[in-house]
Structures are given as C-alpha cells and as structure tokens.
C-alpha cells in the first residue's frame, strides 16, 4: 500500500454539467492520500492565492491535472494556474538549479468531445493528443516534474453511455488509488 499523497487539480468551468469529469471526481474523491481541489470552485472570479497553491503542492508527491480538453488545451484557469503558480524560484530557475517540484509525478486527465481517430494524421484534428499537449508537457518538464503522460477520455460530444462512463471513471479511480500512470 502506497503512502504517496496526490493532489488532484480540477480545471472543468462547469462541473454542474459534466458527465466524464464528474463521473470521474465521484470515483476518486474518498480515497485517501488523495486531495481534490477544484480551481473553479475556489477561484471563480480567477483570484488565484498563489501561496495556498505552492503549499498544496509542496505536501503532495504526485499531481493530475484534470480537464476537459478546451481549444485543444487545458481550460483558462488551469492557465491562469500555471502562470502565477509556477513562479520563478519556486518552480524554476533560468539555469535549471533549482525547483520544489523536482522529481514530484505529474500527469494529465483529459476528457476529450471528438473521438480517438479525430486525433490521427488522416483525422480532423489531424495531431495526436499528446501532439497537442506538447506545451503543457514542457511546462511540467520544465518546472522538473516526473511527467508520466496523459489518461484519457474520448467522444464525450457523441453521447457516450453511462456504461462507458462508468468503465472510464472506475479505469481512472484504480489508476489514481494504485499510484499508477497513464499507460500509453
Ligand atoms: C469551449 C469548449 C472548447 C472545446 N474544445 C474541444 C476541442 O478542442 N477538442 C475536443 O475534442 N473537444 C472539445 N470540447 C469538448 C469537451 O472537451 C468535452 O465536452 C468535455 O471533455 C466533456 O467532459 P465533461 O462531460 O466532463 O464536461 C470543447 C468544449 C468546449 C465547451
């Protein structure tokens, strides 16, 4: 059993009327070591208190970003989020000396409304998710995280059943009270 502590970033605007994200919340929210702090419902005016955030993240050993794929990124606030949180000298220095993060996992939790072969070459989208992604990648890379990739959900816009998100939610739960990482 894992005494790991992680902290579980929700970045979804309107949670009163998400389906994956909420499915997924209701699976993962009474575990232990688990924190789950919700952006939008702290901040909604995008009021972000910067110390509370270090300290949230100084006292965990892993952090999810949990979103809904917005624009093919993450949603305003997780922005905002990472442009006044990750600072310099807390979560980087201009030569890579120093970072409270260092060696901390990090992960992504993407929901997504298209479907997986939207995000092929031959595909809409044309790039794949973690094409698209690239950047926040890099932003956690940077700030020294141990990234471990992206667990995510596809076709939430095409009416997906309650079955599927149940599998999803229950995938995403083991996954979080295992410690575990995106496989893939
Ligand atoms: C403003 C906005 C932008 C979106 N952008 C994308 C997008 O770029 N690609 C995509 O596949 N889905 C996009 N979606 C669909 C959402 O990702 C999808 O509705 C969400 O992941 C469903 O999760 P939920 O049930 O937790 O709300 C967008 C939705 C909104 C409202």
Redesign the pocket.
């Known amino acids: 059993m894992t005494t790991d502590r992680t902290l579980i970033i929700v970045g979804?605007p309107?949670l009163a009327?998400?389906?994956?994200?909420?499915a997924r919340i209701a699976e993962i929210e009474n575990l232990g070591n688990v924190t789950v702090h919700d952006l939008y419902q702290n901040y909604p005016d995008f009021g972000i208190d910067v110390a509370r955030e270090q300290q949230l993240l100084r006292e965990h050993d892993t952090v999810i970003l949990q979103f809904?794929?917005?624009?093919?990124s993450v949603t305003p606030l997780v922005k905002s989020w990472f442009d006044v949180v990750l600072n310099y000298g807390f979560a980087f220095t201009l030569d890579g000396s120093a970072s409270e993060l260092r060696g901390k996992k990090a992960w992504l939790a993407v929901?997504?409304?298209?479907s997986l072969d939207?995000y092929t070459t031959e595909g809409v989208?044309r790039r794949s998710l973690d094409e698209y992604l690239a950047p926040v990648r890099q932003t956690l890379e940077f700030c020294q995280f141990d990234y471990q990739g992206v667990h995510a959900v596809y076709g939430?816009?095409l009416n997906p059943s309650e079955d599927e998100l149940i599998l999803d939610a229950k995938e995403y739960g083991r996954l979080v009270a295992s410690n575990g990482t995106p496989v893939g």
């Open positions: 979804h309107n009327d998400s389906r994956a994200n909420a809904p794929l917005c624009w093919y929901s997504v409304g298209s939207t989208a939430m816009m």
